[in-house]
């Protein structure tokens, strides 16, 4: 059995982006209207070297997007209960927002690792949203691009002792 990263957040941070990304295909729909993956999706990643199966969580757009609603929280606790690393995203541009906030809360229950990553750094923006994401108290976050294919070595770097 390959090990398991499950990439946890708010609709729109760029999870399904990324899944792609480590995946090599697209197989995830990636979408700027919030919570347009429906489904959860899985599939093998090869990350220099290192392989490992990946999950997608889904968000919901009919869901009021201030709370974390029912459907996606099952979905992510579910991703996450059968995974050796969470993956948390959160989008450095946008900044934190209180469901950010509400699913960091949620992971620092949780037994699983989580390795903190803030998309949609390159160049050098979203270095404010790098900065507050440290308050989530859930470590060092890494700043990544998940479309541009930056900080990737970063994430490998912290995801290897999980994987
Ligand atoms: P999800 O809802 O978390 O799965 O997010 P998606 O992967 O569907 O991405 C939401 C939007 O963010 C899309 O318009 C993506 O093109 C955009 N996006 C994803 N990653 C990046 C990134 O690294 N940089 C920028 N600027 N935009 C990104
Ligand atoms: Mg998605």
Do not use: C
Not at 13 to 21: A, D, Q, Y
Not at 33 to 41: A, S
Not at 134 to 157: K, Q, T, V
């Amino acid at each position: 059995r390959l090990p398991v990263l499950a990439i946890v957040g708010r609709p729109n941070v760029g999870k399904s982006t990324l899944f792609n990304r480590l995946v090599g295909k697209k197989l995830a729909l990636v979408d700027d209207r919030p919570g347009v993956t429906r489904d959860r999706r899985e599939g093998d990643a090869s990350l220099l070297g290192l392989e490992f199966r990946v999950i997608d969580t889904a968000g919901y757009e009919d869901e009021d997007p201030d709370t974390l609603p029912g459907r996606m929280r099952a979905q992510t606790e579910a991703a996450v209960r059968g995974a050796d690393a969470a993956l948390f995203l959160i989008d450095a541009r946008a900044g934190l927002t209180p469901l950010d906030e509400e699913i960091a809360r949620w992971l620092r229950t949780q037994t699983v690792p989580v390795v903190l990553a803030a998309n949609k750094a390159e160049g050098r923006s979203g270095e404010a949203g790098l900065i507050e994401a440290f308050s989530l108290g859930l470590g060092e976050p890494i700043a990544i691009s998940a479309e541009h294919g930056e900080g990737i070595a970063d994430l490998f770097e912290q995801l290897l002792p999980h994987l």
